[in-house]
Nanobody, 128 residues
């Protein structure tokens, strides 16, 4: 099975940018939708952004709109989450997830249960 592997997390200051990467363990990203989620201590996992398998549609949480960009490079079997203007509230473990399910309704791509393969996560810490 295809397993997501995240990288790119780290410690940054407020206002900085960071790019997270998500590679497919078996080199197969085509046909898979990619979601990014995050979880802070004491909080539930929350949706951040997603991109459909076709790359034609992207989805963002309100907190990410205008600051984060999700993209994919199927040739490199890697998906990305570019984050700008980070603030301390963005501190969390960021998870990449894959879904091999196909939905015509956009709402499904915001849901954690849509994704059946999850990475181990990468820590992002934003200092004030």
């Amino acid at each position: 099975q295809v397993q997501p592997v995240e990288s790119g997390g780290g410690l940054v200051q407020a206002g900085d940018s960071l790019r997270l990467s998500c590679a497919a363990s078996e080199g197969k990203l085509s046909g898979v939708s990619v979601g990014w989620f995050r979880q802070s201590p004491g909080k539930a996992r929350e949706f951040v952004a997603a991109i459909r398998w076709s790359g034609t549609s992207t989805y963002y949480a309100d907190s990410a709109k205008g600051r984060f960009t999700v993209s994919r490079d199927n040739a490199k079997t890697t998906a990305y989450l570019q984050m700008h203007n980070l603030n301390p509230e963005d501190t969390a473990i960021y998870f990449c997830a894959f879904s091999n399910k196909y939905y015509s309704v956009d709402d499904y791509y915001y849901r954690a249960e849509t994704y059946n393969y999850w990475g181990q996560g990468t820590q992002v810490t934003v200092s004030s």
